[in-house]
Every structure is written in C-alpha cells, then in structure tokens.
C-alpha cells in the first residue's frame, strides 16, 4: 500500500514539472539564437561602418586603424587627436605609416563643434577617378579646424598621386618671415607656419619646410633631399654693417686733424691688431677705425700722401687723429717735425 501511494505521488510530480521544465529550454534555446543574431548583426553593422568611414584616403581613429580597401589613390590619411606640447587641437597626415604634417588650432582647445570627420559620409576622396578626386578636393569647406585643414590637403596629396611627377616639381620657397610654401608643380601645397608644422617640429620653420618637402620628395617620387630653400633672404653680415658705420662717422668728424707717428721702442710688439708692429711697414694706429681699414693720409702743409693700413690703436695724446708708423711719416714729412696737420680719406678694406 505504501509502495503503491509513493509511486502514484511521484508520477503526479512528474506530471506537474515537465510542462516548466521543458518550456524553460525552450525559452534558453531561443535565447541563444536571439544573441547569435544579434552577433551577426552587430558584424554586419561594424562591416558596414567600416565601409563608410571617410577616406581623404581615409581619416584613422586612434582607436582602430582601417585599411583602404587597396584603392591605390587614396595614401594619405588623417588622425585627429591633441597636442601635448600645446594643449591644442590636431590633426596630422600620414603617408604610407609615416607622419608628413600636422595642423594644430589657433588656441589651446578641445572643440566639439567640428563634426567628427570619421563619422561623416559627405567627404570622400578614396577613388581612382582623378576628375572626381579634383572635384572633391576643390568642394571642401575652408574651415580653421585642424581636420578640415588637413583634409584639404590630404585630398591634394591623393589628387596628386594620380599623377606622373618628376622630382623637380616638388619644392618649397620663402614667403615672408617664419612662412614658407610647399609646392607640387608650382603650385602651393601647404604653407608651413606656427600652426602648421612638422609633427616632430625642429622649432624652426624654415628646417621643418625643408623636411616635409624631403619627406614628400621621397615618398611621392623616391627623389634626392634638398638642401636649401628657394629665395630665402641672406642674412647681412653686422660686423659690415657697423664697421661701415663707423667709418662714415670717421669720416664725417675726424677726417681733419694733426698726425704723429711712433716706431722706437715699440718696433716688434703686438699691435692691437694682434700682429706684431714693423716700423718700416705702412700702418698706422686709430682710435676707432676697424682693423684692415685702408686710409690715405695727405700733409695738407705739403701735399704729400701715403696709404696706410690700421692695426693698431691710438693716439693716446689729446688732439690727434693718427698715429703713423716710422715708414709712413717719412714718406708724406712728418718724422723731422714730429706733428703735421693732414686730412684722411677712407679708402675701404
């Protein structure tokens, strides 16, 4: 009797449980199906997402890099992120992995209100159509974002690439100071300046115009480096400039006056000049002229004249504006008197 009721009650459990049981994995099979569709939509989205990013060829998130679907146009590409150094907003080119230039923003800032190039379907320049790669190129906005800066002349860089260069039509010029263009046959590619620069910038622009032009020379047409930049301005020597100063002053204050000379004694000693003093050589010594300077000196009492070279300073006697050497007196007559009135005339170096 036991025996039969134990067995009716677990019959009646059984009876009672299957029904949950049984729609319970029913429910965990649906489950796994819903979350492996869900997978595989998710796939499809992130394929998909892939395929729209934006190719000047192509802006890269710092994130995740994208390939370019082996579009053979499209080599240069855009990542967007903050310089360091300045707290500014950039945006840098690469070509082929390489960092070519980078476009900072005017003022330290994060800005949001540029949409993000990467999620944007209105600029894409990734095609093997050069009409259309010019089209592009010449449609996008003149904006002051770094982005848009650098997505202009990512899309010239591509433009480019469809075409046949020769090593010599890529160059850069002076413009004005700390200014310099790039240029690709003969036309402006970008000017290097305070806000656009080499991203590991040598803090010289003229040094970082050079080395984004070798760069592109190298990677565009496999081309030698250039060494200097096309019409920069010489810089003018100082040392000309004041020595010519002060013998226009020479000349305008001192060129009238009493000369005496000097030889005994001093014949053999370091002149100013650090030559050592010859008194039968054609020198003499004055108080400000440069060294070298070339002076003719006339007796105005005789007429006689000699052309002297100054290495050595003096006269230390008030009143006097030369001091000749033993040999140069004795040719224009001042050695029996000691002092003559004479009159300079600066000749040069």
Sequence with gaps: MNKQILWTTAALLTTTLAIPMASLAEIGKVVKSSDSQIRSSANTN????????????????????QTDGGDGAVIARIQSHQDIGSNRQAATIYIHNLPILTFLSAKPQVTSSTKSIHSSQEVKVATT????????????????SPVWRATRV??????????????????????????YAVKINGEELVEINSETLLPDTTKDPARDALQVTNRLRRLLVNGPPLNTIAGIPQPKPQIIKQAKQVIAQAVKVGSHGMASWYGPGFNGRRSANGERYNQNGLTAAHRSLPFGTKVRVTNVRTGRSVVVRITDRGP?????IIDLSAAAARIVG??????????LEIMGR
């Design 46 to 65: 992130a394929k998909e997402s892939l395929q729209v990013v934006v190719k000047v060829g192509e802006y890269q998130s710092p994130v995740k890099k």
């Design 129 to 144: 159509e050069k009409s259309k790669v010019a089209n592009i190129a010449q449609s996008l906005p003149d904006s002051p």
């Design 154 to 179: 990512a899309a010239k860089l591509n433009q480019i690439n469809l075409a046949s260069l020769e090593t010599e039509e890529i160059g850069v010029s002076w413009k004005s100071k700390n200014r």
């Design 316 to 320: 230390h006697v008030r009143g006097r």
């Design 334 to 343: 001042v050695m029996q008197s000691g002092v003559a009135p004479v009159r």
